[in-house]
């Protein structure tokens, strides 16, 4: 994990990423520390959790290397912590592939505690069930040309992303306006099971929209697609 942690990790970095996401305090902790360097009584009051209930968690979270201890003040007899995120960087395709597997998986590892407690805390926060959030979820098939494909087609969206974010800001500078703070969790990956064929495709192709149901059926016939909702995901 990084340089900042106060011991090396005892457990399995599968073991550390499911006990960091295995509490809300610590979902909330880790959320906080994903936005800048902050002491735990500075987590406490912004989460509303006891500073002593923070500090336990956190003492096991440093342990376990899941964050880290960016600074420490000598006040008196006391020493103040400040804790941070475990500190991440971006690797090209080639320089991860070189990497030894333990050490990408510890690289994952951090990357997952940090993107499914955001998800967490937007769960528990009722961000998901907002109509302008989107959730989905699929399986995918393809040979190898084909993941190379999903791999440009993945690479080419977050880059819309960020120019779209580059917009935004730009707008915000000239005619005012507010920010969001908006997140991504975005994860694609060889499933470690062959699984069975799906019975039908969770997004449709995009022919005409059927006739909408009376409301009163819509509440009892189950839903087709899953997080996209009544309309289609945008083209890529």
């Given amino acids: 994990m990084g340089k900042g942690s106060v011991r090396r990790a005892r457990k399995r970095i599968e073991e550390v990423v499911e006990y960091a996401l295995g509490h809300r305090t610590r979902i909330q902790i880790l959320t906080v520390l994903n936005d800048g360097v ?11 959790v006891s500073r002593n209930t923070v500090r336990n968690h956190l003492r096991q979270m440093v342990e376990d290397g899941s964050v880290e ?8 007899n006391h020493r103040q912590y400040r ?3 475990v500190a991440g960087r971006e690797y090209s395709a080639e320089e991860f ?15 997952l505690s940090a993107g499914i407690a955001e998800v967490m805390a937007g769960f528990h ?6 109509p302008s959030a989107h959730l989905y979820s699929a399986r995918y098939k393809a040979d190898e040309k084909g993941r190379g494909d999903i791999d440009d087609l993945v690479h080419r969206f977050l880059r819309g992303l960020r120019q779209i974010e580059d917009e935004s800001i730009a707008r915000v500078e000239t005619t005012g306006g507010s920010i969001a703070s908006m997140f991504l969790n975005l994860t694609f990956f060889e499933r470690p099971r062959k699984g069975s064929d799906r019975l039908y495709r969770q997004v449709s192709e995009r022919e005409a929209p059927a006739r909408p ?7 009892r016939a189950p839903r087709r697609f899953f997080g996209w909702g009544d309309h289609r995901p945008p083209s890529i």
């Fill in 69 to 76: 201890i960016d600074s420490e003040v000598e006040t008196g």
């Fill in 97 to 111: 592939e070189r990497l030894p597997y333990r050490q990408r998986q510890h690289i994952a590892g951090a990357f």
């Fill in 38 to 48: 902050y002491s735990s009584a500075e987590i406490s009051q912004i989460i509303g």
């Fill in 83 to 85: 804790y941070r995120a």
């Fill in 125 to 130: 926060a009722g961000k998901l069930a907002e």
């Fill in 213 to 219: 149901h009376p409301l009163s059926e819509r509440w």
